[in-house]
């Protein structure tokens, strides 16, 4: 099983990235996929998560309009779409999946595997 986040970067305060979590080694279709991230000296925080429907999503009310998640489960990716950055928004983000309903995501309760992480800077 793996999990392979990359597309973090340097990008400056208004710009947009957009994240890609390579997954392989499971079946796709049958997990539910949340982005996390972990700042300097912070706790880890969850950003995003997706059902296995694709209809359902979830975001905290810090991120609603700015974030997008997606995914294509034909090409075992996740997508995480961030426009109009903040200083605030540098982490390191990392994808992980569990097991799920076909139209639930629940990010408080543990996930199964976790991808590795991708840094984004983003300068002000």
């Known amino acids: 099983v793996q999990l392979q986040a990359y597309g973090g970067g340097l990008v400056q305060s208004g710009g947009s990235l957009t994240l890609s979590c390579a997954t392989s080694g499971f079946t796709l279709d049958y997990y539910a996929l949340a982005w996390f991230r972990q700042a300097p000296g912070k706790e880890r925080e969850v950003v995003s998560c997706i059902s296995r429907s694709g209809d359902s999503t979830y975001y905290p009310e810090s991120l609603k309009g700015r974030f997008t998640t997606s995914r294509d489960n034909a090409k075992n990716t996740v997508y995480l779409r961030m426009n109009s950055l903040k200083s605030e928004d540098t982490a390191v983000y990392y994808c992980?999946?569990?097991?799920?309903?076909?139209?639930?995501?629940?990010?408080?309760?543990?996930?199964?595997?976790w991808g590795q992480g991708t840094q984004v800077t983003v300068s002000s």
């Open positions: 992980a999946a569990k097991g799920s309903g076909y139209y639930s995501c629940d990010v408080h309760s543990g996930f199964t595997y």
